[in-house]
Every structure is written in C-alpha cells, then in structure tokens.
C-alpha cells in the first residue's frame, strides 16, 4: 500500500479522553490511549465504534521533556475511520482546531490565570487514501 500522508505519525501511547454528542444530543465520554499523532490527526485506541464524521473533543496531557512544564493538547477533530489491526482497534480523527495549554505545576500554590493558549483554527489538508 502506498502511503500518501502530509506529515509522519509519532508513536505516543499517552491516555487520552473523548467526548461526543450521540444523534439524540446525549453527551458521551471515553478514555482511551493515543496509538500515534500525526501534524493532521490521531489514531486513538478505543473500543468504541462511532461514524464516520462524528465531532469529537479529545484531550490529552503531554508530559513534560519539550518544555519546562506538562502542556494539555485540546482538539476538535472528527472521525474519519474505524480501524482494526490484530488486537488493536481504534478511531482514525482529523484534527480540526487545537488548543494547547501549558499546565500549572502541581502544589506550587500558584493562582495566576492560566497562559493563553496557542490556537489553530481552521481545517489541516488531509491526504486520504
């Protein structure tokens, strides 16, 4: 199979949480484990299989080795495909916007407002298969 992908995937397995709306507006939420991040999109291992186009918000905390503290990456995305590979299922999402945040750090007291996040908006080009 050739692979036409912008940008490469990162391995992560960091815990990652979902949350989605059902068709009757229900609030919905998981956790789950984040396969691999790419600049574009997620493929997240869940047990969960939602339709395509369903909007996700997922969040995750990215520990601290790039920067001084933890930063908590918020995404809208949506999924693009459910896939199964051996043992390991998951969904296939789009990154839409993200948000990423960095974390106070624990115990410290610090009641200053929270750092502005870096934001961006609009849709990534998405190569599909």
């Known amino acids: 199979m050739n692979e036409r992908r912008i940008s490469p995937r990162i391995p992560m397995g960091l815990p990652v949480e979902l ?12 956790t789950g484990k984040i396969g691999n991040i790419s600049g574009s999109g997620l493929f997240i291992e869940v047990p969960i299989r939602l339709n395509r186009a369903t909007s996700l918000m997922v969040k995750v905390v990215l520990p601290r080795g790039v920067s001084q503290d933890p ?7 949506r999924v693009v495909r459910w896939m199964q590979d051996g043992q ?5 999402v789009v990154i839409d916007e993200y948000e990423l945040h960095p974390m106070s750090r624990a115990g410290s007291g ?6 502005q996040p870096i934001r961006t908006p609009g849709r990534p080009e998405v190569s599909h298969k």
């Open 19 to 30: 949350r989605w709306k059902t068709r009757a507006g229900t609030l919905k939420q998981a």
């Open 110 to 115: 610090d009641k200053r407002p929270r750092k």
């Open 71 to 77: 930063l908590e990456l918020s995404c809208r995305g």
């Open 88 to 92: 390991v299922e998951g969904l296939c």
